[in-house]
């Protein structure tokens, strides 16, 4: 039986963030994967206006959330305004009910509306975040991450993050193989390191954008060998403390963990389309250990590098 997904739609919303849940949800993208059966509803079912100029009228209520396996609330028309009771009656009943509720962006203000963030860090788009700890003092609102996984209740940050947790969504529930297939056919990363932090409007100069890129560009030339942070801040011309703070701007993340994804990366298609030694892969990517490549791949792809080549050559 297919996983049923209820994605609310509402008047006055932007297409971007419930198109990406129909992308998701609705086309299924694997060969020979069940996918998911997807419902778009909102509360009345009359046309809705949408950002753009159009008009889409849903065919179901929110009679829909009952009996979804996962409900997206992918935003609210108004973070100022109080949320509907009946949209907080029926989110609260789908997450009695078992569903796992999800927000995009804004929908975070439904979900804390219903009280599910209670107690809980979320996140939102970070031109929210202070917002949504002023209107929500019990949620712990933490706004430089694209997303927070508490199992049953997920909140990404803005747009296009939701994206990023949609396929995490898809990862969850059928493993890293058939996410990166979807992220391939979509040509977006299957996983992006870093937060929104890197998006938030602070001042950098073009110079230390050039000078941070110059680094990342040498780093990304000799991932196999071994790469210190002053290694890197040479490169920029900054001493290490100007640069961690530079590479903070820029990518969100710190270089270390920025090499560590890079290197990730790097190893998947040696996975993919060779037969080459985990051991070989590690060392090819840089990492000192096969110990270590495989606490960090697994970290960042939720499945070992043996799991996960076996995997893909199965679905291939």
Not at 77 to 99: C, F, I, K, M, Y
Not at 214 to 237: H, N, Y
Not at 250 to 268: C, E, F, H, N, Y
């Amino acid at each position: 039986m297919s996983h049923r997904v209820a994605v609310l739609a509402f008047d006055g919303m932007a297409p971007f963030e419930l198109g990406c849940v129909v992308e998701i949800f609705s086309v299924a993208r694997p060969d020979g994967v069940e996918w998911y059966d997807l419902t778009v509803c909102a509360e009345t079912i009359t046309p809705l206006k949408v950002v753009g100029g159009f008009t889409m009228t849903p065919s179901h209520g929110l009679d829909a959330f009952k009996g979804a396996g996962t409900v997206v609330i992918p935003g609210v028309r108004d973070v100022r305004q109080e949320v509907s009771p009946a949209l907080v009656e029926a989110t609260r009943a789908a997450h009695r009910s078992g569903a796992r509720v999800v927000s995009i962006c804004s929908g975070a203000f439904a979900l804390a509306a219903a009280g599910l963030l209670d107690g809980r860090e979320a996140t939102t788009h970070w031109r929210y975040a202070p917002l949504l700890k002023t209107r929500f003092p019990a949620v712990t609102v933490t706004p430089d991450v694209l997303y927070v996984d508490h199992g049953d209740v997920l909140t990404s940050a803005g747009s296009a993050a939701g994206l990023d947790l949609l396929l995490h969504l898809v990862r969850t529930d059928h493993g890293p193989t058939v996410a990166n297939a979807v992220a391939r056919r979509l040509v977006v990363a299957p996983h992006r390191e870093g937060g929104q932090a890197q998006f938030i409007e602070t001042p950098v100069t073009p110079t230390e954008e050039d000078a941070v890129g110059r680094a990342m560009e040498w780093t990304l030339a000799r991932l196999a060998a071994p790469v210190t942070v002053g290694e890197m801040a040479r490169q920029a011309d900054m001493s290490e403390r100007s640069f961690l703070r530079h590479f903070a701007r820029k990518s969100g993340t710190s270089p270390l963990k920025w090499l560590i994804a890079q290197r990730v990366a790097a190893s998947l298609p040696l996975l993919e389309g060779t037969t080459t030694p985990v051991e070989e892969v590690a060392a090819a990517c840089g990492f000192d250990s096969p110990v270590t490549f495989r606490h960090h791949f697994t970290r960042a792809m939720r499945t070992s590098p043996s799991a996960y080549r076996r995997a893909f050559q199965a679905g291939a």
